[in-house]
């Protein structure tokens, strides 16, 4: 088990369903809940065995008022006027931070990182003395650092930028490395940009090799990509912009009101609409990894029984069953897994050509080839 929950409103219930036993565990998160409900999140997680919690400080976007951020003790009352390139500021909150983890009891602490106007090299060099003063505050305390990494996918289709941002990050000495990717792209689309997306794989290979283990938040079905690169886990929520970093994610809505269903199909690699999987399933084209899915059964039973009825939270635990069996699959797999995958996607859209037509016209499966290309180009 190598995947995690990334935790979002509402998501406590997640943690309880016996049908998504398949995770290495969750990466909690400040923003929606506060410290009496983490604790009792880290208290559910303990009680099953070899299960994680991490705590993420989520400081991406301190000034903004949503969510429950500033009512953590560590949330720094100066965050408007500080100095953020002051090693003592950071460190005051690295020690912050970890007196509230040793409170909750947490697997992991990820170091506080903010989101920067130019990701530059003092912006990383920043970031990694954090981290450095993380592992020293939290040796002898059975709590594992892991250095958050918030790297802009742009500057890593510049080959000297992305060697100079992996140079940085290689003086970590933690263990970990939780990366956080920052791009354009809205949460329901596919990441398309072919060297952002060599670079970002290019990074975590870098990162493999001199020795850490990374892991991936906010990931889609882009998570075949960082795995056939070399992560070692990548983390996934039910939302959509749990699957996407971007700003919008600490605005979140405070219901899952206008929130829409998806089936995440593998034959063709994309999130379908309820038209398009009731055409897909009549062109016998569901994969059998639909086919063994529990909560995909469930939604195709419901339909059937009662046509039009509501299945978005069904929908939720059908992409995150997918999710983490996929992620065991490529691991377990090889190098030729997600290629495979890729190739054999890309022929079902092909064949479907003419046949079926997504309701939504971005959800065509141009981003196969660019999937592939960077694979093959890696």
Same mark, same amino acid.
Request: hydrophobic residues 40%.
């Given at each position: 088990m190598s995947a995690f929950h990334q935790m979002g409103h509402d998501s406590d219930n997640l943690l309880r369903d016996s049908g =998504?036993? $398949? &995770?290495? %565990?969750?990466?909690? !998160?400040?923003? $929606?809940?506060?410290?009496?409900?983490?604790?009792?999140q880290v208290t559910r997680l303990r009680e099953q065995p070899a299960i994680e919690s991490w705590f993420d400080p989520q400081l991406y976007v301190p000034t903004s008022d949503r969510g429950k951020l500033r009512s953590w003790s560590y949330f720094p009352s100066d965050v408007d006027t500080a100095d953020q390139s002051s090693e003592a500021w950071w460190i005051s909150i690295v020690n912050a931070v970890t007196d509230? +983890?040793?409170? =909750? $009891?947490?697997?992991?602490? +990820?170091?506080?990182?903010? =989101?920067?106007?130019? &990701?530059?090299d003092e912006y990383f060099a920043t970031i990694v003395r954090? %981290?450095?003063n993380l592992v020293k505050r939290l040796a002898g305390t059975g709590m594992t650092p892991v250095q958050s990494a918030v790297v802009g996918m742009n500057d890593l289709a510049i080959e000297n930028r992305l060697m100079s941002i992996a140079s940085i990050l290689s003086r970590s000495e933690a263990p970990e490395i939780y990366l956080v990717l920052i791009g354009t792209t809205e949460p329901r689309r596919e990441l398309t940009d072919v060297d952002e997306l060599k670079g970002a794989m290019r990074l975590i290979q870098l990162l493999t090799r001199a020795g850490y283990r990374v892991t991936v938040g906010y990931a889609s !079905?882009?998570?075949l990509l960082w795995k056939h690169a070399g992560a070692t886990n990548c983390a996934t929520g039910k939302f959509f912009n749990l699957r996407r970093f971007s700003r919008s994610r600490f605005e979140e809505p405070s219901s899952g009101r206008g929130q829409l269903p998806y089936w995440f199909e593998e034959t063709f690699l994309a999130f379908l609409r309820e038209g398009d999987l009731l055409r897909v399933q009549? $062109? %016998? @084209?569901l994969s059998p990894s639909s086919a063994r899915n529990p909560f995909a059964s469930r939604i195709l039973a419901q339909m059937a029984a009662t046509p039009g009825g509501a299945w978005l939270a069904t929908s939720w635990r059908q992409y995150l069953w997918w999710f983490s069996e996929a992620e065991s699959r490529v691991t377990a797999g090889g190098t030729t897994v997600v290629p495979d995958m890729l190739e054999s996607a890309e022929l079902a859209w092909r064949e479907v050509k003419g046949s079926i037509f997504m309701e939504e016209r971005p959800n065509d499966g141009n981003w196969?080839?660019?999937?592939? @290309?960077?694979c093959l180009e890696l």
């Amino acid at each position: 088990m190598s995947a995690f929950h990334q935790m979002g409103h509402d998501s406590d219930n997640l943690l309880r369903d016996s049908g =998504l036993a $398949n &995770y290495r %565990g969750a990466i909690l !998160s400040p923003v $929606n809940y506060d410290e009496a409900r983490i604790a009792s999140q880290v208290t559910r997680l303990r009680e099953q065995p070899a299960i994680e919690s991490w705590f993420d400080p989520q400081l991406y976007v301190p000034t903004s008022d949503r969510g429950k951020l500033r009512s953590w003790s560590y949330f720094p009352s100066d965050v408007d006027t500080a100095d953020q390139s002051s090693e003592a500021w950071w460190i005051s909150i690295v020690n912050a931070v970890t007196d509230c +983890c040793a409170r =909750l $009891n947490v697997t992991a602490v +990820c170091s506080p990182a903010v =989101l920067s106007r130019q &990701y530059s090299d003092e912006y990383f060099a920043t970031i990694v003395r954090a %981290g450095r003063n993380l592992v020293k505050r939290l040796a002898g305390t059975g709590m594992t650092p892991v250095q958050s990494a918030v790297v802009g996918m742009n500057d890593l289709a510049i080959e000297n930028r992305l060697m100079s941002i992996a140079s940085i990050l290689s003086r970590s000495e933690a263990p970990e490395i939780y990366l956080v990717l920052i791009g354009t792209t809205e949460p329901r689309r596919e990441l398309t940009d072919v060297d952002e997306l060599k670079g970002a794989m290019r990074l975590i290979q870098l990162l493999t090799r001199a020795g850490y283990r990374v892991t991936v938040g906010y990931a889609s !079905s882009d998570m075949l990509l960082w795995k056939h690169a070399g992560a070692t886990n990548c983390a996934t929520g039910k939302f959509f912009n749990l699957r996407r970093f971007s700003r919008s994610r600490f605005e979140e809505p405070s219901s899952g009101r206008g929130q829409l269903p998806y089936w995440f199909e593998e034959t063709f690699l994309a999130f379908l609409r309820e038209g398009d999987l009731l055409r897909v399933q009549k $062109n %016998g @084209r569901l994969s059998p990894s639909s086919a063994r899915n529990p909560f995909a059964s469930r939604i195709l039973a419901q339909m059937a029984a009662t046509p039009g009825g509501a299945w978005l939270a069904t929908s939720w635990r059908q992409y995150l069953w997918w999710f983490s069996e996929a992620e065991s699959r490529v691991t377990a797999g090889g190098t030729t897994v997600v290629p495979d995958m890729l190739e054999s996607a890309e022929l079902a859209w092909r064949e479907v050509k003419g046949s079926i037509f997504m309701e939504e016209r971005p959800n065509d499966g141009n981003w196969i080839r660019q999937w592939r @290309r960077a694979c093959l180009e890696l």
